[in-house]
């Protein structure tokens, strides 16, 4: 009963410029505010949205 959301691939790379001590943190925190927000797709515009959100 685990909801999924689904990464673009141009997401995906944009993740893996995360620094890695916190890249595991951060797609938590997008994959649980795209879920929270009802979104099925992680793209990069999205993850700038949830970035913003937290400045």
Known sequence: ???KVVWTEEAQ???KS?????RK???AKIE???I???ETEITVE????VRSQQH
Not at 18 to 22: A, D, G, N, R
Not at 46 to 49: G, I, L, P, R, Y
Request: aromatic share 12%.
């Open 46 to 49: 999205f993850m700038h949205k």
């Open 18 to 22: 995360v620094p890695f001590f916190v």
């Open 1 to 3: 009963m685990e909801d």
């Open 25 to 27: 943190m951060a797609k």
């Open 13 to 15: 790379e944009r993740l």
């Open 36 to 38: 929270k927000s009802g």
């Open 32 to 34: 649980k505010e795209a």
